[in-house]
């Protein structure tokens, strides 16, 4: 029996309580979805003025390791879903017991770790970039002689927003970031020229039944994610082979809640699996103001067990992050912005290169590709 299946009231009733491991800013986004859908949250993090813990009605400060806290995290919620893939499979092996987990442990290990999600891709029928399992300098010169360079290595676990992975460029260089790079064993991926980074979100529920959402086109500044455009300005075939993959990937991980999928999208059309989140993801938080049901909502509905909304876009949208204290600089003149939607964060320090919010620009469907899209993206200073 799966997580997704374990014993438990479903649909969960109104006044029930979800339990969320992390309490980073999509457990608050989650937190205030099901809020919105007549449930509490009981957030579950170590740090005690986490955003999520800001808005939810139980907070529980403790290690992920701590089985205690866990347990009793576990007796006081209907069921437990988690913000972000990094918790430990071990906070898991305790909860699954004891409460039902949605996604549930399948998905959680096979996108903690690059080489499983990898295997897994391909399995599941998206194709992906040449790589190499790496855990020995060894290994790595036997990688390199079968990719080629430049390519880019990787920590197989626990790296994000551009954190933990190296473009080797040249095969002197291989030594220095095969030691520096931690934890191992690592990945080497080839080097991909692609044209468009876009991704897809999917979302299905307990009954297997899925929501795709328009594939989106992103932007990045320092390896962050600094915009996505919705819909992705690319040719409908490319669009609707994203959503495909994305639902597949969903259906082959028994997924329960929300996933993201990123792709490499190549000169000749061609796309390449390049990583899965099996949560909400920033590439969708367009969907709070361009779609009736956004992806936090979708996620709350599946992990409680109750119908998918519509994931059909009312608007087009541009996503832009808030990021560090240049991000925060921009608050208020998007407050001013007529079509403009901003949502903050709540955290303390606008540090460089720290998520603190974002903004939701809306204008009519099917007019970001047009002259008023155009006018849209001069007005915010955005290069089309």
């Not at 087009?316 to 208020?332: H, T």
Request: hydrophobic letters at 45%; one cysteine or more; a negative charge.
């Amino acid at each position: 029996m799966s997580e997704a299946d374990a014993p438990g009231r479903f649909p969960l009733p109104p006044n029930a309580t979800i339990g969320i491991l992390g309490g980073g800013q999509l457990g608050r986004m989650s937190a205030l979805a099901a809020a919105e859908l007549g449930y509490r949250c009981h957030v579950y993090a170590p740090d005690a003025d986490s955003p999520g813990m800001q808005v939810s009605a139980a907070r529980t400060v403790a290690a992920y390791e701590d089985a205690a806290a866990l347990a009793a995290f576990a007796r006081a919620v209907d069921v437990a879903t988690f913000e972000f893939e990094n918790v430990p499979a071990a906070t898991l092996e305790v909860l699954a017991p004891l409460v039902p987990c949605r996604p549930g442990r399948k998905a959680l290990a096979i996108c903690q770790d690059r080489l499983q999600e990898k295997r897994f891709l391909a399995q599941a029928g998206v194709p992906v970039a040449p790589w190499r399992a790496v855990a020995s300098p060894e290994e790595l010169e036997s990688a390199i002689a079968a990719i080629g360079l430049p390519a880019v290595l990787k920590t197989t676990r626990l790296g994000y927003d551009g954190r933990g992975q190296v473009v080797l460029r040249a095969p002197d260089e291989a030594a220095a970031a095969f030691a520096r790079l931690e934890p191992k064993p690592l990945i080497l991926e080839a080097f991909v020229p692609f044209a468009q980074e876009i991704s897809a979100v999917a979302a299905r529920g307990a009954d297997g039944a899925t929501a795709v959402y328009d594939a989106v086109e992103n932007r990045h500044r320092n390896h962050i994610l600094d915009l996505s455009f919705a819909p992705a300005r690319v040719p409908s075939e490319v669009a609707a082979a994203a959503r495909a993959h994305a639902a597949r990937v969903a259906a082959e991980l028994e997924l329960v809640g929300v996933l993201a999928v990123e792709f490499f999208l190549l000169p000749d059309g061609t796309l390449l699996g390049n990583e899965i989140a099996p949560r909400p993801h920033n590439s969708g938080h367009w969907t709070m103001d361009a779609c009736q049901a956004s992806q936090f909502h979708q996620h709350i509905r599946a992990v409680a067990g109750l119908p998918l909304g519509s994931a059909e876009r009312h608007s087009d949208a541009v996503m832009r992050n808030l990021v560090g204290p240049e991000g925060m600089a921009l608050v208020p003149e998007l407050l001013a912005q007529a079509g403009t939607s901003v949502h903050l964060y709540g955290k303390a320090a606008p540090r460089a290169g720290r998520k603190m919010g974002h903004a939701n620009h809306l204008l009519p469907r099917e007019m970001l590709g047009g002259p008023e899209g155009a006018a849209l993206l001069t007005r915010l200073r955005v290069t089309p």
